[in-house]
């Protein structure tokens, strides 16, 4: 069983920054590829970034290439999403997600594990 615990959320103004944290309760954080969704009102959740389980390889949602990163600490538990020029997201909450497979991916079926979600709001 993986424990996941995001953190991190907050109020930013369009153009600004904040990095999303993730930690994982398991034995083994190695054997797991990590992502992130995010979920909007009324809508499903989307995929927004993913990584592999050794921290080389990551793949990202087509509207935030360039702007947000990836990236993990295998001796530490954890996961991040930094995300910079926020300003096109709306108000979502984010979701950290554990994968018991090596490589990453974007469908959120294929994930096993999920946190509660944080909160990220962008005001203009």
């Known amino acids: 069983q993986v424990q996941l615990v995001e953190s991190g959320g907050a109020l930013v103004q369009a153009g600004g920054s904040l990095r999303l944290s993730c930690a994982a309760s398991?034995?083994?954080?190695?054997?797991?590829?990590m992502g992130w969704f995010r979920q909007t009102p009324g809508k499903g959740r989307e995929f927004v970034a993913g990584?592999?389980?050794?921290?080389?390889?990551?793949n990202y949602e087509d509207s935030v290439k360039g702007r947000f990163t990836i990236s993990r600490d295998n001796d530490k538990n954890m996961v991040y999403l930094q995300m910079n020029a926020l300003g096109t997201e709306k108000t979502a909450t984010y979701y950290c997600?554990?994968?018991?497979?090596?490589?990453?991916?974007?469908?959120?079926?294929?994930?096993?594990?999920w946190g509660q979600g944080t909160q990220v709001a962008v005001s203009s």
């Open positions: 990584i592999n389980w050794y921290g080389d390889k990551t």
């Open positions: 398991v034995r083994n954080f190695d054997d797991y590829a």
């Open positions: 997600a554990a994968r018991r497979q090596k490589t990453y991916d974007a469908g959120e079926a294929l994930y096993d594990f």
